[in-house]
C-alpha cells in the first residue's frame, strides 16, 4: 500500500510559534529568572493549520505492514554497541546486568527491531492522514544502552523484580512523537488515537499531564501492535512541549540515577517544574482521554 502524502504545511506558523517558544523557555532555563514563569501566548485562533484533518469524514482503511516497501524506509535505526562487562554481563558506572539478564534484554531489543518493521509504516499513515508531524523518527528505537541503564536502575530500585518483568514494564524500546501546532493539536490527537484503535492497535496507557503546570506537558500514550503484540510508546506534542521535553530530558536522566543525592533531585525537579510552565496549553488539550475500543470481538454469525 502507497503511503499517502502529509498534507501541506504553513511555512510561517511553525518558525514563529517555535521562536516564541524557544525564548519562553529560554528564559525558563535562566538561573535568575522568577520562580513563577509567564506562559506563552498561544497562536491566534485564525492562524493556519499546520496540516489538513481528515476528522470524521476520514474511512478507516488497512495500514501497510511488513517490511520495507519503495515508498516507505522502514530500516530499523542502528543500535549503538553498548559497554560490555566480563562474564559476558554490562556494567555502567554503579549500574550492572548480570549475563542473564543483559542477554535477556537484548533478546528484547531484537523483538522490538523485528516489530518496528510493521510498526513504523502504519505510524507514518497515521502522521499523514492527520496532518502531524513525526519528530526524530531516527531515533525510534530505543538505543541498546539506555535500554540496559533503565532496566538496570529498575532492577536496583526494586531486588525483588526478574529481569523480564521489568521488560514487561518497558513502553519505549520503540518509540514516536507526533507534533502539531497549538491550534491543530487536539483535533489531531483525537483523529490519530482514534485511528490507532480502529486499525486494531491496543492503548495500553494514556497519560494527559496537561493539567498539572509542573511536569511534563504533553500526552504520553503507549499501544499494542496487533501483529507482534509489542508495545510501544507514542507522544502527542505541541513544539513548544516537544522543546521543553528535549531541554530537561538530561535533567531527567540525572535525577533518577541512583547515585544522585536528594538535594541535587530537588534542584533539578524545581528547575523542570519551571521550564514546562512556560508552555501554553493548547484549548482543549486537558480534557483528551484515551479513545474507547471500539472494535468488537468477532463472534460467528448464523448463515
Known sequence: MTTPSPAPTSGLLRPAARAVAGAALAAALALTAAPGATALAAPAAGAPASGALLGPALKAGPLPVGGPT????????PRPEAAPAEGGGWRQGDLHLDARENAAVEEFLDEAARAEKTITPQLRTVAA???AELVGLDQRLKSEDST???IATWLADDPNQTVHEALGDLNDSVRYTFQWEDHAYTEGVRAAS???VDWGHENVRWANTWKDRSTYQGINAAWKEPMWGHTYEVQ???????????VTHPLYEEQR???TSPQRKAELAERQSRI????PVPEGAEELAAPAHTRPPRVPQPA
Open 236 to 246: 502527542f506534542h505541541t513544539p513548544a512541549g516537544k522543546q521543553a521535553a528535549t
Open 148 to 150: 540496559k541503564r533503565k
Open 257 to 259: 540515577l541512583p547515585s
Open 70 to 77: 519503495d515508498t516507505i524506509d522502514t530500516t530499523p535505526a
Open 276 to 279: 514546562f510552565a512556560a508552555v
Open 194 to 196: 482514534h485511528l490507532l
Open 129 to 131: 492522514w492527520t496532518g
